[in-house]
């Protein structure tokens, strides 16, 4: 199964800063299907970018996702007070999807 | 509207089964492959697995299989998840999530407790 590696742990903040959350895989994604979730406390995952760096339904444009192959990135232009979550890749190129283990983006 | 609407909180004791149920609405049932995901309290996600509603192409992470068993009745558009012996390392939330170009859609979850 292809791990999901993602970094930093933790990410700390203040609003209107730039963010940029890193996900690498142990191999190439097949057709880059790499997606990003954004998950608050006490809430069902949101998702955010699919196929690497389109934006979901209804997704704002502050939200960016790049990258191919094992090197991916999200990008969130200028932090929001609801941008302050943690946040989830998930491959589903290969046979069993993965999950990398989260990105907490807290406030500074 | 899509919805995908889980079954309530379960209380077990290790070693009991449990069947919990996932009812998709709003959408054709048949198009999209059901996914289940754990997440134990305070951790991340989990992918467990995957299946088509057809019953074809059931999918399981090498963590979960023969942990647990997928299943669909599509007649009632509805998918399960089932354990036939759980422990109390199962205690976790559950949710199902409907797959597209990712998880675009996700039941509201449903919380297992095991224990003695």
């Known amino acids: 199964e292809i791990v999901l590696t993602q970094s930093p742990g933790t990410l700390s903040l203040s609003p209107g800063e730039r963010a940029t959350l890193s996900c690498r895989a142990s191999q190439s994604v097949p057709g880059n299907h790499l997606v990003w979730y954004r998950q608050k406390p006490g809430q069902v995952p949101r998702l955010l970018i699919y196929d690497a760096s389109s934006r979901a339904t209804g997704i704002p444009g502050r939200f960016s996702g790049s990258g191919s192959g094992t090197d991916f990135s999200l990008t969130i232009s200028s932090l929001e007070p609801e941008d302050f979550a943690v946040y989830y890749c998930?491959?589903?190129?290969?046979?069993?999807?993965?999950f990398g283990q989260g990105t907490k983006l807290e406030i500074k | 509207e899509v919805q995908l609407v889980q079954s309530g909180a379960e209380i077990k004791k290790p070693g009991e089964s449990l069947k919990i149920s996932c009812k998709g609405s709003?959408?054709?049932?048949?198009?999209?492959?059901i996914a289940w995901v754990r997440q134990k309290p305070g951790k991340g996600l989990e992918w467990m697995g995957i299946?088509?509603?057809?019953?074809?192409?059931?999918r399981y992470s090498q963590s979960f299989q023969g942990e647990v068993s997928l299943s669909v009745d599509k007649s009632i558009t509805t998918a399960y998840l089932q354990w036939s012996s759980l422990k109390a390392s199962d205690t976790a939330i559950y949710y199902c999530?409907?797959?597209?170009?990712?998880?675009?859609?996700w039941g509201q979850g449903t919380l297992v407790t095991v224990s003695p």
């Open positions: 998930q491959q589903h190129g290969a046979s069993h999807h993965t």
């Open positions: 999530a409907r797959h597209n170009t990712g998880l675009d859609y």
């Open positions: 299946v088509h509603p057809d019953g074809y192409d059931t």
């Open positions: 709003g959408y054709t049932f048949t198009t999209y492959r």
